[in-house]
């Protein structure tokens, strides 16, 4: 079966639309293929070196993906730097990156752009880690969102010349698996763009009744529709979107009919929106947070995948050391 794996940094509370786009894909996934989700702390040094709460945030990760349908004995969940293999070959895949190609990487110059006072190593050998990552196992294919395609031509760039440079066939170049092809796009809240683009403007899987009702009524709208059957401006197409994807397809007609015909209440098509998106979440947070008052339970699944994750890398890399010529003694 072909290995698939892929990485969260662990920054925030999961969203609509980490919901629609990532986690989802990784729910079906997970029975068509040998998958293996991890938490990404080490990644999220690069930009937060003094972590507040690391711990509770990996667990909060932990605690939503089980929440949402990851089921740990079909795909392992392990936290990175319980992986400690990882780094033996982060070490090795960056004896043989290059200064010019790295700090090429855009994610690396915006990053150096909006930090400037610390451009650190590890950022600029970000896509290393992410390489030693996904091939210590030898994974096949990567779930990522468009965003990421550049850390995976740099690890397939690093597969290839690693075999180059030992003269073997040994890493496979990893796949991206984009699941925004397929995925819907859940608009945010503030009128444009996707949702946890910018600040306040997501609903997430954790917040409680009022806070959704709360975010949805502040949506942005606009006075209404002045012509019949007009075509709807962004905030109110990014409404529409919204109850596509969480009501039923009667109520999604019944205001489509309405605005197409401008009696079209915002207010009443908000408070069915809220409704519905929290019938939607309400199941998925109390999961939440019955899993994340259980933290003998979490503590298990996340040392199991780590165990599980260990075995797979440790394979590979004795086969690594084999192949640059560590042998033992
Ligand atoms: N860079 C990814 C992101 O920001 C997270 C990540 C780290 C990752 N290592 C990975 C994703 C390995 C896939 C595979 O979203």
Same mark, same amino acid.
């Given at each position: ?68 349908? %990851? ?8 936290? =990175?730097?319980?992986? @400690? ?55 096949? @294919? ?11 031509? $740099? ?11 030992? *003269? ?13 092809? @397929? ?11 996707? $949702?946890?683009?910018?600040?306040? *403007? ?12 709360? @975010? ?10 002045? $012509? ?7 905030? %109110?197409? *990014? ?20 605005? *197409? ?27 939440? $947070?019955?899993? =994340? ?10 040392? =199991? ?16 050391? =084999? ?7």
């Amino acid at each position: 079966m072909e290995k698939v794996i892929s990485g969260i940094r662990p920054t925030g509370n999961l969203h609509l639309g980490n919901y629609f786009g990532a986690v989802k894909s990784f729910v079906k996934m997970q029975d068509e293929y040998d998958c293996m989700f991890f938490i990404a702390d080490w990644h999220s040094l690069t930009t937060h070196p003094t972590p507040e709460n690391i711990r509770r945030s990996v667990r909060t990760i932990l605690a939503e993906y089980l929440a949402c349908g %990851i089921d740990p004995e079909k795909a392992p969940i392990y936290v =990175q730097s319980d992986v @400690k293999e990882v780094l033996e070959l982060y070490l090795y895949l960056n004896m043989n990156a290059y200064l010019g190609e790295l700090e090429r990487v855009t994610s690396f110059k915006d990053k150096a752009r909006t930090q400037p006072d610390n451009v650190n190593a590890g950022l600029l050998t970000y896509p290393t880690l992410m390489a030693a990552d996904v091939l210590a196992h030898k994974a096949d @294919k990567v779930p990522v969102g468009k965003d990421q395609e550049q850390n995976m031509e $740099m690890m397939r760039l690093f597969a290839r010349r690693f075999n180059r440079i030992y *003269n073997v066939e040994f890493f496979r170049e990893p796949q991206s698996y984009h699941f925004s092809d @397929k995925a819907v796009k859940v608009p945010g809240l503030d009128g444009s763009g996707k $949702m946890g683009k910018s600040e306040g *403007n997501a609903i997430y899987l954790c917040d409680d009744e009022a806070t959704i009702k709360k @975010k949805v009524m502040r949506a942005v709208t606009d006075a209404g529709p002045t $012509m019949l059957n007009q075509e709807k401006p962004e905030p %109110i197409r *990014n409404l529409f979107t919204m109850l596509e994807i969480v009501s039923s397809k009667d109520t999604y007609d019944y205001f489509n009919d309405q605005y *197409n015909n401008m009696t079209v209440r915002y207010g009443d098509l908000k408070k069915q929106l809220a409704a519905d998106i929290n019938a939607f979440c309400a199941p998925i947070r109390e999961k939440i $947070m019955a899993y =994340q008052a259980d933290e003998d339970y979490l503590l298990r699944v996340a040392k =199991q995948g780590a165990e599980r994750a260990s075995e797979s890398a440790h394979k590979t890399l004795s086969e690594v050391r =084999q192949i640059i010529g560590f042998r033992a003694l």
